[in-house]
């Protein structure tokens, strides 16, 4: 089955108490929603597998993906959900590769919307609604800023798209940008 976004929610806050993975969930699916959009796709769909992508961070850190895998089955939801889930651990923790365009976008907004909210944290706005793809760029290329965030990734990911960095970058910050409240994002704007 194909949850609802309520379901994934449920879901999400049963695993999860870190108010940094919620925040980095909620971000993760500012971006896919804004990307489903662009790309003609399924909002509905970006959206739950941009919250669930991380479900089983917090409890089972070293069982990443696999772990997810397990519970999602159980909880009967579709093969096609759960396989973009966890093919975002691609070579990390998960053996199966982006294929689809969702599998893609995620893979590719994972580590970015990371970079963004370091950037955002360090703005004395503290808020994603000032920031430009210039100063994105400026600490994209610092590779001691959040250094935790893996810049191949990104653009490897970019790479599977077939797209410009430079439009996923400011398509992110502006899927950012649009839930920016609800992300955590809007800061004192
Ligand atoms: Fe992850
Ligand atoms: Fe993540």
Known sequence: MIP??????????????SEALIKHALQVEAAMIHFAKVFDEDVDKYSIVGLCHDLDYEKYPDEHCKKTREILEAEGWDEEITRAIVSHGWGLCSDEKPESK???TLYTIDELTGIINACCLLRPSKS???LNLKSLNKK??????AAGCDRDIILKGINMLGLEKNFIFEE?????????EICGLKGNL
């Open 4 to 17: 609802t976004r309520e379901e994934a929610m449920e879901l999400l806050l049963k695993y999860n108490e």
């Open 102 to 104: 969702m599998e893609k």
């Open 128 to 130: 994603v609604l000032d």
């Open 140 to 145: 994209f290329k610092d590779k001691k800023f």
């Open 172 to 180: 992110t910050i502006k899927g950012l940008q649009e839930r920016a």
